[in-house]
């Protein structure tokens, strides 16, 4: 048998029927299977029953000494039996496992799973043990419904059982292997499996998990190195004395923290070097006008640059800020999006091409194939936005090596920095312009909205606006257009001629939005009830309350950007969240958001609180996928990987070294598919 080798007709037992549902779960190969590794396991040594906790899961091993009998009730239904353990009688019994009755044959032997109730010694049974069911600690392997655990574990032993492990080449250099004491590949396959005790089982998933990471962060220092040999990005000599007049005629002085920054891009942006940064800072922390100066650093230069946004509010926005503080500076700046009309459109592109444009501001209709620019210097993103490695890709095969500068106000934990943007450098500004007020966070229950809306009242006589956000319901635009539209009604109702309010949600036309949202701007409106459609982005200085329904069923990080629209003025703001949660969880992030703004506190605790996959949506963030590995939890071991995968990738011409040759094999064929995208 070859690592290589189809399961089917080489391991016994697996015909095409088998085969094809091994297949759904990406096992096609001896070597798939081996690797396909358990995620948990179950103690299901049987000990003494003197020796068994309240409440433990335990296995209890016995011969049936009654049949089994099931009572119905409610909707529920239990099965009982007894069997015999040492001598003494014990009651099992099962809920909702009706089935299970055929399997108790009395005077048969049962080997069960469950949970120990001291005080009665009785088992409420988990699961009766499959025929092979191993006494001690049993794999537990993702699957589905078509292969039971103990064929697994049949077929793993099957295949462990020849001397195909042989064939398990190692992949770390033996340096590294030394170093960190890491256990054989051969030896952590087996181990992975089927582990005589829990320590073995420890240092074999270390080892995977090292290799995992390893690996990863070898595939990253590779993207970093294609990016720079790929060559040159573009040389933008700006014009010092220009920009340094735009910064000194703001109204405000840069913070040590934008100056920091701003150095750390102009000073790319001037340099031969390809640019491809990650600005992270909180909402409000200033990183628009670092933006602009460099858009203006690089028309001083010759240069065009794209602006990027996620929703077409956003752009408008965008568009509005950098047109009113470059225009006067002579740079010209269009906005093109998917509502742009085919003349307008026409009309944007024709200037593009002949470079009377400086800078185009949009959504992703920036980098369609039919938009050409004439020299295209720089692209900044802003917001959500993960400029894919294929999506560069595609910027350079027209030609363009354009620097590059992501913007998020999702604080991103370093954590998650390292892996997801690992192939970026980072600038952070990590200070807020001075005179900012945090933002006083409170939390309500629903029953007291009638006393916030009285306050709420005081704060409009005030001259103050407030945002009110709706529900939000997940997949549900229909039910969420509803809600905006109920709260609404409700609010008018509630204020009458006291206090205007206006209505903005996603379905509304783009001239629509573009129209309650001037009107809000301009003051003409005291109140803009909405879904959260106005998320990111949006700047109304005079806003002074942020007030969010049914605040628990958004994210930390989402309630944080809400919570960034209001104090970006000078006067006190207010951030009100209304909930009944009904979790745990969502208890403990309503207490959060009271306890802190800031922002990078608040996403290691979202973290925390849900795990990665729900607080970026793997998809979505274009977060890799780890088998072993738990970057959270990890993140110890990821800094080492990633510490040593720099520290080899300096190495002149690493992969020709025989000791990495396994190695360089293993990442070449390691599939990252579109993780990166
Ligand atoms: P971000 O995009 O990071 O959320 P913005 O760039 O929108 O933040 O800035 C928020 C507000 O702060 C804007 O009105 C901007 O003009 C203002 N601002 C930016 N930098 C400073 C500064 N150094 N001092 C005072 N105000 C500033
Ligand atoms: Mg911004």
């Known amino acids: 048998m070859k690592l290589e080798d189809s399961i089917q007709g080489n391991v016994k037992g697996i015909g095409e029927k088998k085969s094809l549902a091994f297949q759904t779960l990406g096992v096609e190969t001896v070597k798939d299977l081996l690797f396909h590794f358990p995620f948990r396991y179950e103690d299901t040594s049987i000990k003494p029953l003197q020796e068994l906790a309240d409440g433990e899961k335990v296995t209890l091993k016995g011969s049936l000494i009654t049949e089994a009998s099931v009572n119905?009730?409610?909707?529920?239904?239990?099965?009982?039996?007894?069997?015999?353990?040492?001598?003494?009688?014990?009651?099992?019994?099962?809920?909702?496992?009706?089935?299970?009755?055929?399997?108790?044959?009395?005077?048969?032997?049962?080997?069960?799973?469950?949970?120990?109730?001291?005080?009665?010694?009785s088992l409420t049974?988990?699961?009766?043990?499959?025929?092979?069911?191993?006494?001690?600690?049993?794999?537990?392997?993702?699957?589905?419904?078509?292969?039971?655990?103990?064929?697994?574990?049949?077929?793993?032993?099957?295949?462990l059982d020849t001397d195909v492990l042989k064939d398990v080449e190692e992949t770390l250099p033996e340096e590294l292997i030394q170093k960190y004491r890491l256990m054989a590949r051969r030896d952590a396959v087996l181990n992975m499996h089927f582990p005589k005790d829990a320590l073995v089982y420890e240092q074999a998933l270390r080892r995977m998990k090292f290799e995992e990471l390893f690996l990863f962060q070898m595939k990253i220092q590779s993207i970093r190195h294609q990016e720079k040999e790929f060559g040159k990005g573009v040389e933008m000599h700006y014009d010092t004395f220009v920009v340094q007049a735009f910064l000194e005629n703001l109204p405000f002085q840069l913070t040590d923290a934008q100056v920091r920054v701003l150095d750390e891009i102009l000073s790319d942006m001037d340099s031969p070097n390809h640019m491809l940064r990650l600005l992270q800072g909180d909402v409000g922390s200033g990183k628009t006008i670092i933006a602009m100066t460099a858009m203006l650093a690089a028309k001083t230069a010759g240069f065009?640059?794209?602006?990027?946004?996620?929703?077409?509010?956003?752009?408008?926005?965008?568009?509005?800020?950098?047109?009113?503080?470059?225009?006067r500076i002579g740079v010209n700046s269009s906005i093109l999006t998917g509502n742009t009309k085919e003349k307008e459109r026409k009309e944007t592109l024709i200037r593009l091409k002949e470079g009377e444009l400086d800078v185009l501001i949009g959504t992703h209709a920036l980098i369609q194939d039919d938009v050409e620019y004439k020299n295209l210097g720089l692209v900044i993103t802003d917001e959500?936005?993960?400029?894919g490695v294929n999506q560069r890709r595609r910027l350079r095969e027209k030609g363009e090596n354009p620097d590059i500068l992501a913007m998020t106000a999702t604080p991103i934990p370093r954590t998650l920095a390292i892996t997801v943007f690992g192939e970026m450098d980072v600038s952070i500004i990590d200070e807020m312009p001075a005179g900012r007020q945090s933002v006083l966070t409170k939390w309500v229950k629903h029953k007291q909205m009638p006393t916030v809306l009285e306050w709420l009242q005081t704060e409009i006589e005030k001259g103050n606006q407030a945002y009110v956000i709706s529900p939000l319901i997940e997949e549900s635009e229909a039910l969420d257009l509803k809600n905006a539209t109920d709260l609404f009604n409700d609010l008018q109702s509630f204020f009458g001629v006291r206090a205007r309010v206006d209505l903005l949600h996603g379905k509304m036309k783009g001239e629509e939005k573009k129209e309650v949202m001037r009107s809000f701007k301009e003051h003409e409106t005291d109140i803009l009830c909405s879904t959260t459609v106005i998320e990111v982005g949006v700047n109304v200085p005079n806003a002074t309350v942020m007030m969010i329904v049914d605040a628990d069923r958004f994210g930390l990080a989402q309630l944080h950007q809400l919570r960034g629209r209001v104090g970006r003025g000078n006067k006190k703001s207010y951030c009100i969240l209304i909930a009944n949660p009904k979790s745990e969880n969502g208890k403990k992030r309503m207490s959060i958001m009271t306890e802190t703004n800031n922002g990078f506190v608040l996403s290691e605790k979202d973290l925390e609180l849900r795990g990665t996959g729900d607080v970026f949506g793997?998809?979505?963030?274009?977060?890799?996928?780890?088998?072993?590995?738990?970057?959270?939890?990890?993140?110890r071991m990821l800094e080492v990987a990633r510490n040593e995968a720099a520290r080899i990738w300096k190495m002149e011409k690493w992969w020709m070294r025989p000791e990495f040759t396994?190695?360089?094999?293993?990442?070449?064929?390691?599939?990252?598919?579109?993780?990166?995208?």
């Open 384 to 387: 959500q936005h993960r400029f």
């Open 662 to 677: 396994q190695l360089d094999k293993e990442l070449a064929a390691s599939v990252m598919g579109n993780e990166f995208d």
């Open 72 to 121: 119905y009730y409610g909707r529920g239904n239990r099965l009982n039996f007894r069997m015999l353990v040492e001598g003494n009688p014990i009651p099992v019994n099962f809920f909702n496992q009706p089935y299970l009755k055929n399997k108790i044959k009395l005077g048969g032997e049962v080997l069960i799973y469950g949970k120990w109730d001291r005080a009665r010694s």
């Open 125 to 159: 049974g988990m699961k009766i043990l499959d025929e092979g069911g191993e006494d001690g600690f049993s794999p537990i392997y993702h699957t589905n419904q078509s292969i039971k655990q103990y064929e697994w574990v049949k077929f793993i032993r099957q295949v």
């Open 304 to 327: 065009q640059s794209a602006l990027m946004a996620p929703t077409e509010i956003l752009a408008l926005q965008h568009f509005e800020e950098v047109s009113a503080s470059l225009d």
């Open 618 to 635: 793997t998809k979505q963030s274009g977060l890799p996928v780890f088998h072993v590995a738990d970057i959270v939890k990890d993140f």
